[in-house]
């Protein structure tokens, strides 16, 4: 086969973490590439996303997604070109979004590369906003938390791939206000910026007294949860009756060393008759086409846009991954490889 690699460059998992990743916790090495066999494609990789819920992989305990393994290549969303081809639907030349990421080189199955328009957005577009990410905020929002036009909604952790997209997908949908938090002022004005109605630095103040004062007389009818514990607890108390939480995410609890404390008002769910639903994006993929129609035209109005925050090199990914743990990102983190 024409300029065929023999190896490639990946990231192990070297150690597990406790509490927050470090360096020490990832292997950078190189492997020999297989031969294709048939139905397989080989991919050069272009972008791979880190995202906060690899931190739960790096864990071994038992979860809807199974743990990754020491001494092997981490895995994740990732955007290559097609270098070989031994699958009818691809050809050399084709870019592909599969989950083979943390890797310069990967070798699949071609029904695990899906063909993608680059002509229509940008390649890396289709690990954010067209992607996983964007179909998250869509089903969580609508889906899982039943949003209808009217509703005013709180979102935490709002600067960052899904929370910027919720609020926007909101807006655009007819809600009558949007409230946003987080962490720093500089994400807060590019909240407001995005047309969120009201956001706040959660660092400023206890977290329920801030997001009264942003609600109002209204009070809020749905929060996107990306957060957890303290934010949790403060969207509790000032949700209207039968308000509505879609839990995304706690991302504030994932390098804790201990049980974190639960909310403490969670008894107020019951005289409110609130619906708190947990969700995983995989259980709604059934509304991918819904959703990538309804972006498309958001994307061409101008009713949503959307940031990503790019580190270039494979070598760079770990110190990627655990930046993005520390909200080092605005929108979608993003490694560009350089294979």
Known sequence: MTNYPQTSREIQLASRPEGWPTDENFRLTETDVPELEEGQVLVR????????????????????????????????????????????????????????????????????????????????????????????????????????????????????AVGSLVGQIAKAMGAKKVIGSAGSAEKVQRLLDLGFDEAFNYHDGPVKESLKKAAGADGIDVYFDNVGGEHLEAAIAVLNKYGRIAMCGAISQYNATEAPTGPRNLALAIGKELTLRGFIVGSYNQYADEFAGLMSGWLQDGKVSYDETFVDGLENAPQAFIDLMKGANKGKMIVTLQA
């Open 45 to 160: 990789n272009l972008y791979m996303s880190v995202d906060p819920y690899m931190r739960g992989r790096m864990n071994d305990v038992k979860s809807y997604v199974p743990p990754f393994q020491i001494d092997a290549p981490l895995d994740g969303g990732a955007i290559g070109e097609v270098v070989e081809s031994r699958s009818e639907g691809h050809r050399p030349g084709d870019k592909v979004l599969h989950g083979l990421g943390w890797r310069d080189y990967a070798v699949l199955d071609g029904k695990r590369a899906r063909v993608i328009d680059t002509e229509a957005a940008p390649a890396s577009a289709y690990l954010g906003v067209l992607g996983m990410t964007g179909l998250t905020a869509y089903a969580g929002l609508t889906k899982v938390a039943e949003f209808k036009e009217g509703d005013v909604v709180f979102v935490s952790g709002a600067a960052g």
